[in-house]
């Protein structure tokens, strides 16, 4: 039997960049297309940029926890993060390629595919981002 696949749907965002940022995941299970949980995480004061790689790590941790052996797909619409670890662009930035070295290590064992997606398939992540943005705390449901 092949190993469940999971996608992570992620985003982040800032208000002023920096200033206050959020970010959203959402994690879905690829065949019956059940969402299996939803997380927000209040970054506090960030770029964009950081915010976006917060929510593809909550994601990608929250998938991890809840299928140790699934196979994830990681869809964003951060052409920077999935070009970054995917390894088709370099990251210069140190708190990028720190946020990228715990991201390689969190994921280390499991087959992981980076997707870009235009910002309107990411509407889920996106109002995720917003409300723990909203809410000025992390949530997770």
Do not use: H, K, N
């Given at each position: 039997m092949s190993p469940r696949e999971l996608i992570v749907e992620a985003?982040?965002?800032s208000r002023g960049n920096p200033g206050q940022a959020?970010?959203?995941?959402?994690?879905?299970?690829?065949?019956?297309?059940?969402?299996?949980?939803?997380?927000?995480?209040y970054v506090g004061v960030a770029s964009n940029n950081v915010a976006e790689y917060r929510g593809m790590l909550a994601g990608v941790g929250r998938a991890i926890a809840l299928d140790p052996e699934a196979v994830l797909r990681v869809r964003m619409d951060s052409k920077l993060v999935v070009e970054q670890m995917s390894g088709r662009w370099k990251i210069k930035h140190p708190?990028?390629?720190?946020?990228?070295?715990?991201?390689?290590?969190?994921?280390?064992?499991?087959?992981?595919?980076?997707?870009?997606?235009?910002r309107l398939e990411n509407a889920r992540a996106d109002r995720l981002a917003n409300e723990a943005m909203d809410r000025r705390e992390s949530f997770e449901r």
């Open positions: 985003d982040g965002g959020g970010s959203g995941a959402v994690v879905i299970d690829a065949t019956s297309g059940e969402i299996l949980a939803e997380i927000g995480v708190a990028m390629a720190e946020l990228a070295a715990e991201a390689r290590e969190l994921l280390t064992g499991t087959p992981v595919r980076f997707e870009w997606v235009p």
